[in-house]
């Protein structure tokens, strides 16, 4: 079993900044992929980000390029989540999630094994 625990979340206004942290525990090892997801009210799970652990696999879903960036720390097992240059619409609960697969340019959900609790952000003008 691996747990995780999204933090960072907050308000901020629109153009501002967050940093999101992932820390994962328990069996990590058998983890690949780390992905974030977001989802604004009534609206469905949306991909945003799909990181292999190990190399330099990215991936973002193209609302986001240039705009956020995802990185790591495995000394730490913990994953990031920069958000830059924030708009109202990325208002949202943001998850992250863990893969025991590779990543894939697709971000469907049910590629994802384990999940976070989320962590609210919004953005206000």
């Known amino acids: 079993q691996v747990q995780l625990v999204e933090s960072g979340g907050g308000s901020v206004q629109a153009g501002g900044s967050l940093r999101l942290s992932c820390a994962a525990s328990g069996y990590t090892a058998s983890i690949d992929c780390m992905g974030w997801f977001r989802q604004a009210p009534g609206q469905e799970r949306e991909g945003l980000v799909g990181?292999?652990?190990?190399?330099?696999?990215?991936y973002y879903t193209d609302s986001v390029k240039g705009q956020f960036t995802s990185s790591r720390d495995n000394a730490k097992n913990t994953v990031y989540l920069q958000m830059n240059g924030l708009k109202p619409e990325a208002t949202a609960m943001y998850y992250c999630?863990?893969?025991?697969?590779?990543?894939?340019?697709?971000?469907?959900?049910?590629?994802?094994?384990?999940w976070g609790q989320g962590t609210q952000v919004t953005v206000s003008l």
């Open positions: 999630a863990a893969s025991v697969d590779y990543c894939f340019t697709d971000f469907r959900e049910a590629r994802f094994n384990y």
């Open positions: 990181m292999a652990l190990f190399g330099s696999i990215t």
